[in-house]
């Protein structure tokens, strides 16, 4: 069984900084996109930012330069150092993993979330 762990999320001031932790326990193979999510009250989920297999980035405009995503430890953790919070950051984050289990189809796993507030 897979399981994506979040951690690090809390309550910052507007201007502080955060680090999200994910980590992965259970073997996944051919993992080619691992990203963070995130997911206000009442709003749709969005993606944050993503890390594809070769290493490339992506990140909502709304993040850019204020955000870094990155992976150590053969894909097992993922990271989301997240700078210059604003209280529109305010939501509940969830860590994503797309790759496939021995003999299954490739999918999407998912963390159970890790709240994030910033004051003002």
């Known amino acids: 069984q897979v399981q994506l762990v979040e951690s690090g999320g809390g309550l910052v001031q507007a201007g502080g900084s955060l680090r999200l932790s994910c980590a992965r326990s259970?073997?996944?193979?051919?993992?080619?996109?691992m990203g963070w999510y995130r997911q206000a009250p009442g709003k749709q989920r969005e993606l944050v930012a993503r890390i594809a297999s070769g290493g490339s980035t992506t990140y909502a405009d709304s993040v850019k330069g204020r955000f870094t995503i990155s992976s150590v430890n053969a894909k097992n953790t993922v990271y989301l150092q997240m700078n210059s919070l604003k209280p529109e950051d305010t939501a509940v984050y969830y860590c994503?993993?797309?790759?496939?289990?021995?003999?299954?189809?490739?999918?999407?796993?998912w963390g159970q979330g890790t709240q994030v507030t910033v004051s003002s």
């Open positions: 994503n993993m797309f790759g496939k289990r021995l003999l299954s189809e490739a999918r999407d796993y």
């Open positions: 259970g073997s996944l193979f051919a993992i080619t996109a």
